[in-house]
């Protein structure tokens, strides 16, 4: 093997401490020589060099660098200094050093040794080990430890503990090249990630922000562009190695649904990223991934101009409806115009292709927004007949999300809290009793004591609890576990306040639950008492024919029923189900009602009192009201089991439509 001078031993030590490329002038300056002195030098040292599988790379404008895998370099520097004894040649800046050590610990994820690394990096364990201590310091951070044991030294902390610390590395790297935010900043990062990352993962995330800036609302800031990239290349990298986000940060069911408005846009672009790298990713990537655009003030574009009259018109149409229906008016809330259509143009498509699209939160949504998902299924169902499709629970629920931050926007809509000490079972019950006091625009979720403290709860407007709270940042109103009349008062006297209406102060307390909107569609002829049923369908077949003789429904209507059914099941874990059909199939509203004599399936809850509704186009407008009574009728099982399925036809009559005292102690009992 050739010989090198000792000036080229002094190039290439200063060149192997450089990750960026560096010019000849810079080395000339350096070295006190001539320019041509050290392109001559870098000559003899590509042969060298190449022995070592270690070239010499030049870019124009830009200088040049030595360019290898990382364990040839320490190779060839170990060679160096068994074959030289180059005494005073230094392998790495204590910083390139750390760097290296990172990236064995969190991209390699490698078990490591302090006389593994004295050995590797010609150091004392005793700056291995003020290495690991400093990396540590900087790690905490993001609550990754570095542990040793018998095995090791090696990294511990969550799947989002890791990407999060991985994010933060590459920032390292971004701010030790000097990376500026302009125009080329992305493939600049590109070549420093590809130093670190497979070529194939970097290039396929860059390609991922791309599609998310040309399908972004407006432009996203270099900045922002530069995080994503950052963010996207280590969830592909870590994918890639079948490592995914198994838990995220516990937050309230409002917020998990309000950031939920570019989840689609988030899966689109990684289900494409998957088909480039034959990688899979989670929901709760996804999520991550949503969470990430939700920072970045990403949102999906439309473009007005491109559509065509159908969809204007149909979104138009739904906008209207919704408005008839929650008496409010959406039609000038450019949001939702924007989400709405952001949402329905790619769903027509993937509804016809059959692809299907799982909303992560469907059963929060269920649960927490019950009213407003079924008023959704009714204003939205226009979309099947227009486009001929069939909605999915999925696809509604979507599309509810964005209603739902409509009304925020536009009216004095407040969320409430409830706590309680001994679980989420005595919290309900609390529930229970005050959300019946509350007015309309105002949500209420319960949560147990044991996670109050562990979410943020800045969307809040105020708490009600049971049980002394330590916060001082939002209102808190305190009852007692069974909540008294005076309890009730004092929230009432609360939120007249808070929502500055004054009249409703002087409104007495309701000694049994209002019904006003429902009791006209119920009639003595549509109440069917413990019938023996042994099906689901034996129960639909039965209901429907009794619209049909009555002359309440057209041709199409039992079809939308069952349709309906097969999407999603339309029963409650109370023991009640809600089916309904399609308001174009109507000509009567009418609401049935049909308890069965032993509990039947129902999609896969055990039911035994059916609520069939059928609302005409002309009554759509009173569906958020019925529908808002039939979920206060149901809540628990023993009002189900009061009302409806240990009741007779006379007194449901009399209790739904209010005509006597119905003995009023009792029904002050449910509340």
Request: glycine share 4%; with cysteine.
């Amino acid at each position: 093997m050739m010989e090198l001078s000792k000036r080229q031993y002094y190039l290439i030590k200063t060149m192997l401490s450089n990750q960026e490329y560096k010019t000849v002038k810079h080395y000339s300056e350096l070295l006190k020589v001539s320019q041509r002195t050290i392109h001559n030098d870098i000559k003899g040292m590509e042969k060298f060099l190449h022995h070592f599988h270690l070239i010499v790379q030049k870019k124009p404008s830009s200088g040049v660098k030595i360019e290898g895998e990382m364990n040839e370099k320490l190779n060839f520097l170990k060679y160096l200094k068994t074959q030289y004894e180059m005494d005073d040649l230094q392998d790495f800046s204590p910083s390139d050093r750390k760097i290296q050590i990172k990236k064995m610990l969190l991209i390699e994820e490698q078990i490591l040794s302090y006389q593994g690394l004295s050995d590797l990096f010609f150091v004392s364990k005793s700056s291995i080990a003020a290495d690991l201590e400093k990396i540590q310091s900087e790690l905490n951070d993001y609550s990754i430890e570095i542990k040793g044991d018998q095995k090791g030294t090696y990294i511990t902390g969550s799947e989002s503990q890791i990407q999060y610390s991985l994010v933060a590395f590459n920032e390292t790297l971004i701010a030790r090249n000097e990376i500026e935010n302009h125009i080329e900043g992305l493939h600049r990062l590109r070549e420093i990630f590809t130093q670190y990352y497979p070529e194939d993962t970097v290039t396929a995330s860059l390609h991922a922000v791309r599609k998310i800036e040309d399908k972004a609302f407006k432009p996203i800031a270099e900045h922002y562009l530069t995080k994503l990239f950052n963010t996207m290349t280590v969830l592909c990298y870590r994918a890639f190695k079948g490592k995914h986000h198994l838990e995220l940060l516990d937050s309230l069911v409002y917020d998990k649904v309000k950031n939920l408005k570019t989840y689609l846009l988030a899966k689109e672009i990684l289900d494409e990223v998957q088909k480039d790298l034959s990688i899979d990713f989670t929901t709760e990537d996804i999520i991550y991934l949503n969470q990430h655009l939700i920072a970045f003030g990403i949102e999906s574009s439309y473009n007005p101009t491109l559509l065509s009259e159908k969809y204007n018109t149909l979104i138009k149409d739904i906008i209207q409806k919704m408005n008839s229906i929650l008496k409010i008016d959406l039609s000038h809330d450019e949001k939702l115009t924007e989400g709405l259509t952001s949402h329905i143009i790619p769903m027509i498509y993937r509804l016809r292709k059959g692809i299907s699209v799982k909303n992560p939160l469907l059963n929060e949504i269920k649960e927490e927004y019950s009213v407003m998902l079924g008023v959704s299924w009714f204003v939205t169902s226009i979309i099947e007949e227009v486009f001929e499709v069939h909605l999915t629970e999925d696809e509604v629920s979507f599309m509810m999300v964005h209603f739902q931050a409509a009304l925020e926007r536009n009216s004095n809509y407040k969320k409430a809290l409830i706590v309680c000490p001994n679980g989420i079972g005595t919290s309900e019950l609390i529930a229970n009793k005050v959300k019946h006091v509350l007015p309309a625009l105002c949500h209420i979720e319960v949560i147990a004591i044991d996670k109050l403290y562990k979410v943020n709860i800045e969307s809040i407007d105020f708490i009600i609890s049971a049980i002394p709270l330590n916060i001082t940042s939002k209102p808190v109103i305190y009852v007692s576990a069974l909540v008294t009349n005076s309890d009730i008062k004092n929230i009432m006297n609360f939120c007249a306040e808070l929502f500055f209406i004054k009249e409703e102060k002087k409104e007495t307390i309701d000694r049994y639950p209002t019904i006003k909107h429902l009791s006209p569609y119920i009639t003595k002829d549509g109440i069917f008492p413990k019938r023996r049923m042994r099906t689901q369908e034996e129960a639909l077949d039965y209901l429907i024919q009794q619209l049909k003789n009555a002359g309440d429904v057209v041709d199409g209507f039992e079809e939308s029923i069952y349709k309906r059914e097969k999407v999603g099941t339309t029963a409650l874990e109370t023991g009640v189900a809600i089916p309904h059909g399609t308001p174009k199939f109507v000509k009567n509203t009418r609401i049935l009602i049909l308890t069965t004599e032993e509990m039947i399936e129902w999609g896969g809850t055990k039911v035994d009192t059916i609520i069939l509704i059928s609302i005409a186009p002309k009554d759509i407008k009173m569906v958020k009201n019925i529908l808002s009574e039939i979920y206060l009728i149901v809540e628990t099982r023993k009002k189900v089991k009061y009302y409806f399925s240990e009741n007779t036809k006379e007194r449901m009559v009399l209790q739904l439509k209010g005509g006597d005292t119905v003995d009023r102690e009792k029904l002050n009992l449910l509340k």
